[in-house]
Structure formats: structure tokens, C-alpha cells
């Protein structure tokens, strides 16, 4: 899901750039460039909500990691830390397993209680595929993949 809004966001700024530049070379003196420079406006507007767009989520996983680092409980629920931090849950839980899979972030969450539970990232061996966090052996319990992300790196 995030890849997809990075994917949406980089094409809105790059045709954003190309607005900005055909509205700023159209001119009445040249006529094989249609246009007009009224196109900067729209250009300079989808290349403020691209860059807005990447820096929200960017900000939004500094402050989940500054709430889990300065968080002093071992536990606590994804609802209560998604209100303390106001975000939806459901993107809050995306979050948290797309920083977990980039090694940025050592907790486990159990879907059932919903209950987040800090862990030692170095003692911790996660599945690459679904980040399953109790691999024991050479394959994922949960989906039988292979492919396991080291230790500690």
C-alpha cells in the first residue's frame, strides 16, 4: 500500500515539473508550443502535494519510533499507542510491519489481542515474507518461506 502512494506521489510531482516547465517555455512568441504560462499554477500545486505526500509519511515513521523509544511499558495495546500518536489503526499496523521488515523497529504485535510487545532486535529472527517474529527453524512457521532476514546486521 505504501508503494503504491510512493509510486502515485513521484508521478504526480514529475508531471507537476513538466507543467511547470511547458507553461514556462509556451509563449505567444512561440507558436509550435501550445500553452500558456497559467500552467506553472497547476504544476507548482501537484509538486507541493508530492512532496507533501512523501514527507507525511516520512514524519509519521519518526514519530512511531520516537513513541516506541521513549515508550517505558513493555507492553501496550496497537489501539491505545494509535490513539496516543493519532492515527488510524489500520494504517498504524502497516506502518509498524513496514518498519519492522526494514530492521528500524524491534517489536511483535499478537493479532488476536492486539497487544505490542518490545523485543531485542538482535535476539530476534523475523520472516522476510510476513514478518512472522518466532522463526525457530529454517522456514517460517506461518508461511513455509525460506528466505529469513539475519540477526543482526
Known amino acids: 500500500m505504501r508503494d503504491n502512494q510512493h509510486t502515485w506521489f513521484i508521478v504526480s510531482g514529475i508531471t507537476g515539473i513538466l507543467f511547470i516547465i511547458w507553461g514556462s517555455i509556451a509563449t505567444e512568441a512561440r507558436p509550435l508550443i501550445p ?77 488476536t489481542t492486539g497487544v505490542i510487545v518490545k523485543t531485542d532486535l538482535k535476539d530476534e529472527q523475523t520472516c522476510s515474507f510476513c514478518a512472522n517474529p518466532k522463526v525457530t527453524k529454517d522456514f517460517c512457521p506461518v508461511c513455509g518461506t525460506k528466505k529469513l532476514v539475519d540477526k543482526a546486521k
Open 35 to 111: 500553452g500558456d504560462h497559467w500552467l506553472v499554477v497547476p504544476g507548482c500545486m501537484l509538486l507541493i502535494i508530492s512532496i507533501s505526500g512523501i514527507l507525511e509519511g516520512t514524519i509519521a515513521d519518526v514519530r512511531i519510533l520516537k513513541y516506541f523509544s521513549g515508550l517505558t511499558s513493555k507492553e501496550i495495546t496497537i489501539s491505545q499507542a494509535a490513539d496516543d500518536l493519532n492515527m488510524d489503526v489500520d494504517s498504524f499496523r502497516q506502518r509498524i510491519l513496514a518498519l519492522k521488515m526494514n530492521r528500524k523497529l524491534a517489536i511483535s504485535f499478537l493479532p
